[in-house]
């Protein structure tokens, strides 16, 4: 049984990894074939920034995090943060080996950065459900910090600590997951309301009701 566990286990992540890959494909030749305009990265990646992924974070902390959780895997932002300086660092060294004039800082990062939200999440979500999106979600947390701290300060001469205090407090990626968390300790009866029957709604906070005779009345 065990063995036919781990066999499925790895038949979805194969297949995400496929589609994911196959997804890079396309995106590849539609470039090469100028299907698109010269500024649709930039586009698309502003609005994986501002858009995309602070929403996949406000969706799914709700419904991984509670109280207890954190209190159980508080540290696990702190051992995010901690690998990705060491991945930080061997950007570092690589880019006095090997990167161009000028480019240092720029080779360091993409050295240092895996993708850690959409391609774990795709990879995780479906074989440990709850679990593996908690900790995928508590590793970004401390990753997110690190990286609109130390890493954006190795772009920029003399960051000052006000500003990257602005970065980490001003950056989609933190609003969501301070919105997130929120919601998770301050209102978790929202997950899972879209299976609830009636009775269940009705025991809930706030609960406001579109079929009520005051609503129904107004016909």
């Known amino acids: ?3 036919v566990s781990q066999m499925v286990s790895g038949i979805v992540v194969f297949y995400k990894i496929a589609t994911t890959c196959l997804l890079i494909l396309v995106g590849y030749i539609v470039r090469r074939m100028k299907l698109l305009p010269e500024n649709s990265v930039s ?8 858009v995309g992924l602070p929403t996949y974070m406000i969706y799914y902390t709700p419904a991984s995090i509670t109280l207890e959780t954190l209190g159980t895997y508080w540290y696990y932002p702190v051992i995010g943060a901690a690998l990705l300086f060491v991945c930080d660092m061997f950007g570092w060294l690589t880019s006095r080996l090997w990167a161009g004039p000028g480019e240092g800082p720029t080779f360091r990062l993409l050295v240092a950065l895996p993708n850690w939200v959409f391609m774990a999440m795709a990879v ?3 074989i440990f459900r709850e679990e593996g999106v908690r900790v995928v ?8 910090l690190y990286v609109w701290t130390a890493g954006v300060a190795s772009f920029r001469d003399g ?3 006000l500003r990257m205090l602005r970065n980490v407090l001003l950056n989609p990626q933190t609003v969501a997951l301070a919105i997130g968390f ?3 300790l301050a209102a978790p009866f929202l997950v899972g309301m879209e299976k609830m029957g009636s009775d269940e709604l009705q025991a809930l906070p706030l609960y406001i009701s579109v079929f009520s ?3 129904t009345s107004w016909a």
Not at 43 to 50: D, E, I, T
């Open 137 to 144: 979600l508590l590793y970004n947390l401390g990753i997110t």
């Open 124 to 126: 995780v979500e479906p």
């Open 182 to 184: 929120f919601l998770a």
């Open 213 to 215: 005779p005051q609503c």
């Open 159 to 161: 960051e000052t600590f």
């Open 43 to 50: 586009v698309v990646s502003a609005y994986l920034l501002y």
């Open 1 to 3: 049984m065990e063995s």
